[in-house]
């Protein structure tokens, strides 16, 4: 990962074949690298599944608020142009606004400069993991 100055501290599993790699994660910001394998395609032509865009963007969401336990609660997405098989994309994540243990983040999602995928997400950093049922009253 070249620039940025953060070390990634949420979704060490993430493999980059799926959602990509990250090239950059800041305060409040992440860039994550893509480039579509032929296994995303959902038809003959090489049309991408819109859902592995949407995981990049998702993926440079969770690097943007950086935080061991973010989740995603809600999305908000517009698919702007088509994908295909092969192509690299670039999804430049944001936090607009934080209020405690929620952030709304916005994402673009280019190719070669031009967006395909524009989405606003919501975080939210449990004090556990998702998968621990045990809650105190405060999460």
Same mark, same amino acid.
């Given at each position: 990962m070249s620039g940025g100055g953060q070390s990634q501290r949420t979704h060490l #599993?993430?493999?980059g074949r799926l959602?990509?790699? !990250? @090239? #950059?994660?800041?305060?409040?910001? /992440?860039? @994550?690298?893509?480039? /579509?394998? @032929?296994?995303? =395609? /959902?038809? =003959?032509?090489?049309l991408v599944h819109g859902s592995f865009p949407f995981g990049v963007a998702d993926y440079a969401a969770m690097l943007a608020v950086n935080e061991p336990?973010?989740? +995603? /609660?809600? =999305?908000t997405i517009r698919f702007l142009r088509p994908v295909a098989v092969g192509e690299e994309l670039l999804a430049e994540a944001a936090v607009e606004r934080s209020d405690g243990k929620k952030h709304r983040v916005r994402v673009v999602v280019r190719r070669g400069?031009? !967006? @395909? $995928? #524009?989405?606003? +997400? $919501?975080?939210i950093v449990p004090g556990r993991h998702v998968f621990e049922t045990a809650r105190s009253p405060d999460d």
């Open positions: #599993e993430v493999d959602c990509g790699r !990250p @090239v #950059e994660i800041g305060a409040g910001r /992440a860039v @994550v690298r893509w480039k /579509a394998p @032929v296994e995303t =395609a /959902a038809d =003959a032509s090489g336990n973010v989740v +995603l /609660a809600e =999305a400069g031009e !967006p @395909v $995928l #524009e989405a606003e +997400l $919501l975080c």
